[in-house]
């Protein structure tokens, strides 16, 4: 049963360590809230997609470990050094979920424009797949926003999908490059109008509309950035609904 509306989850969340190694992780409450946005199947589909840390087996394997037991139907789309499903349109459109991993924004877009995932991913969003993901797996829903794929100094990109038609600030309170440039960036046109999100926050849109923020952590918050009368950018809190 599809979203009854397009629907995208951008997030700074998703999988907590269960602390016995780097790739033993848990599923965090944001999945339970994709899968209800997803129209509660009682056997969710979800696929991963680890493009932006180049399809790290390490992390797919994280994945589907974090929901061994689970009803949850894993599946992962790799596309180095070629796609893992043989038909790549026909497999998106058949999840409830799709997940997208942190990491290069950057190359997971040249990527997925190269294989065409970016008509398949519009066409997945219209259909009523939920489209979610954190910090790499957020900024590309939007128009842009700031990243650290081109090395320590964060940059702008601003060739997202742009299913959403605004800019996305991730990690918002735990990288300190990423609030000053994201205010630059806004206020002075390079991107348009958006909303940020602290570690632990996330941003749910029907169409193009934010319906509500999350977080899965007390404090943590989103923020909606615009340019100011003065020219200056201009950050107002948006609370949260705190995840059970």
Do not use: K
């Amino acid at each position: 049963m599809p979203a009854t509306a397009p629907t995208i989850l951008a997030t700074s969340m998703g999988f907590a360590s269960r602390g016995r190694g780097p790739a033993d992780w848990a599923p965090g409450p944001v999945f339970d809230l994709a899968f209800r946005l997803a129209g509660g199947p009682p056997r969710p589909r979800l696929c991963y997609l680890g493009t932006a840390t180049g399809d790290d087996p390490a992390r797919v394997a994280a994945v589907y470990g974090a929901f061994a037991g689970s009803e949850v139907r894993v599946s992962h789309l790799s596309l180095f050094p070629m796609p893992t499903v043989a038909d790549v349109r026909a497999h998106l459109l058949a999840q409830d979920v799709v997940w997208v991993g942190g990491g290069s924004v950057a190359n997971l877009l040249a990527v997925w424009r190269a294989h065409g995932l970016d008509e398949v991913f519009r066409e997945a969003w219209e259909a009523g797949v939920v489209l979610a993901g954190v910090s790499a797996g957020s900024l590309c829903w939007h128009v842009g926003g700031t990243t650290d794929s081109f090395g320590r100094d964060l940059r702008p990109v601003t060739n997202g999908l742009g299913l959403i038609p605004a800019s996305n600030g991730v990690h918002h309170d735990s990288e300190e490059q990423r609030r000053p440039l994201y205010h630059r960036l806004v206020a002075d046109g390079t991107l348009p109008p958006g909303h940020a999100t602290d570690d632990g926050a996330g941003l749910v849109y029907r169409g193009t509309e934010l319906v509500e923020a999350v977080s899965d952590r007390p404090g943590a918050a989103a923020y909606r950035v615009a340019r100011g009368p003065d020219g200056a950018a201009v950050e107002t809190r948006v609370e949260p609904r705190l995840l059970g």
